[in-house]
């Protein structure tokens, strides 16, 4: 009995660590929000993502059931001329953190299936490069929210 | 003492001209960047988002925040409302004296219709404006304000880049403030008291 628990505990050391852990094992999301817009316009999702792990990661992209189309963005500032461009990944560093917020990167959300209010709950699904992906719940906030509208933001 | 007999006429001419200008007009004590004489009036001939041609005329009597985007902009244009929003908010029953005219530089996505529902998701006192190209055209060039439309995409979707600065024109439909999405909203409810509290047109 206590050989055979001792050798299944051993067994599952040894599988733990000959597995690789995936980038989605080591990142939190937190303060994770979508800024409603009137219609079937684009909205921008918003989040911020923590990685605990030793290695760096990066968000390569994001699905949903809810929406067709899924983008990551970046918005940017020369002069006073703004503009978006498609991002193909973006990092996370190592014991740090990849912040999605308003005038930066953002997750683009097109066409969606059915109308998202304020007060929805929507769920992404973050991919990284390595593959793997990170179940997220977004809060659907009004067209005039500054932000997730929780009580413990970041800053 | 030579040095004080040349300087001492050029002093009085500052002064003298300090002294005429405070006779003149007092300017106001602004603190985001004053065109004030630098930018022509506010001047338009577009659609609002009721469907009815409105000029520049029309909101004389108002404070205005002016400001180019177009609603399929899911980052930069919500946020700038957004925060002009907040602004309105801090400004109490005031606002009631300001519009923030949200000028279209897509009219081919943004209908009146479409615009209606876009504006009023921020603020009450937003009004939307559309027009054909060549006069939006004509707006955005008045205020040195480009854009520019990205390549589309296969399926018909495209980007327009565009400029983030909101213009401030007081009631008198004069050029007074420029501001940034970046600007501290500090300083523009600061702005916005002087432009309200002045009262009507005098």
Partial sequence: ?155 | MKLCRAFLPALLLVVGLLLAGCQHDEPLPFRLTNISGHMPDLDFKLTDDHGKAVTGADYRGKVVLLYFGYTHCPDVCPLTLAQLHVVMQRLGPLADGARILFVSVDPARDTPAVMHAYVNAFDSRAVGLTGDARATEALSKRYRSAFTREPGSADGSYEVSHSSAIYVFDRDGKARLLSTPSASRDDLVHDLHLLLDTGATP
């Fill in chain 1, 1 to 155: 009995m206590k050989s055979s628990t001792l050798s299944f505990l051993l067994a599952g050391l040894l599988l733990t660590g000959g597995v690789h852990a995936s980038a989605a094992d080591h990142v939190h999301a937190s303060h994770a929000w979508i800024r409603v817009l009137p219609g079937d316009l684009p909205a921008g999702a918003y989040v911020t993502l923590q990685n605990d792990g030793d290695q760096p990661v990066a968000l390569s992209g994001a699905s949903s059931t809810v929406y067709a189309d899924v983008m990551l963005h970046q918005s940017s500032t020369a002069g006073d001329m703004s503009r978006m461009t498609m991002v193909d990944a973006l990092p996370v560093p190592a014991h740090g953190k990849a912040v999605l917020a308003p005038a930066g990167y953002h997750l683009m959300l097109m066409q969606a299936n059915a109308p998202v209010k304020p007060g929805d709950t929507v769920r992404l699904t973050l991919s990284f490069t390595d593959g793997s992906t990170l179940a997220t719940d977004f809060i659907a906030r009004p067209a005039n929210a500054m932000d997730a509208g929780d009580d413990h933001r970041g800053h």
